[in-house]
């Protein structure tokens, strides 16, 4: 009797710990900028000069990616829609946004270190940078 209620305890002290066990997180993973794989952005009418490096996901996903994005000294991103909200962290030099097509510097938005900016899903724009600059893209995923 007593090696069956020992046995019924520890099944249930196992079922309880499940739960704990399988939600446990992630191991703390780190990218040291000398190990970002920077990749060159071609196509859709991009001159050089602008990069990315996938630091969580991949640029294939819908949602959840982090994105690293570096546009050389004077670089300019032609005019375009995202198509999807973000989350935008300028970590190095200065990142313009403009929102006038024929570039206006009325209509631009001037992001220097340490900016934060959220959206930019459905507005056309372009991007420039003053000084190599370097910004985080985070597109989260929608709550349903």
């Not at 704990?20 to 190990?35: C, D, M, N, R, V």
């Not at 819908?62 to 935008?88: D, E, M």
């Not at 009325?106 to 899903?121: D, F, I, N, T, Y």
Request: hydrophobic share 40%; net charge positive; charged share 15%.
């Amino acid at each position: 009797m007593r090696y069956l209620i020992t046995t019924i305890a520890c099944a249930f002290a196992l079922l309880a710990g499940s739960p704990a066990i399988a939600a446990t997180p992630a191991p703390t993973t780190y990218k040291l900028p000398q190990s970002v794989h920077w990749i060159s952005d071609t196509g859709h009418g991009v001159p050089p000069g602008a990069f990315h490096a996938d630091l969580r996901g991949k640029s294939s996903d819908t949602c959840g990616q982090l994105i690293r994005r570096k546009f050389t000294s004077g670089f300019v991103y032609p005019w375009h829609v995202n198509g999807v909200y973000a989350i935008y962290t300028v970590i190095q030099g200065t990142l313009v946004i403009g929102f006038d097509k024929n570039h206006r510097a009325a209509g631009e938005k001037v992001l220097p270190v340490g900016s934060v900016m959220q959206g930019l899903r459905n507005e056309p724009h372009y991007g420039r940078a003053i000084g190599d600059t370097i910004f985080d893209v985070y597109v989260p995923c929608r709550k349903h």
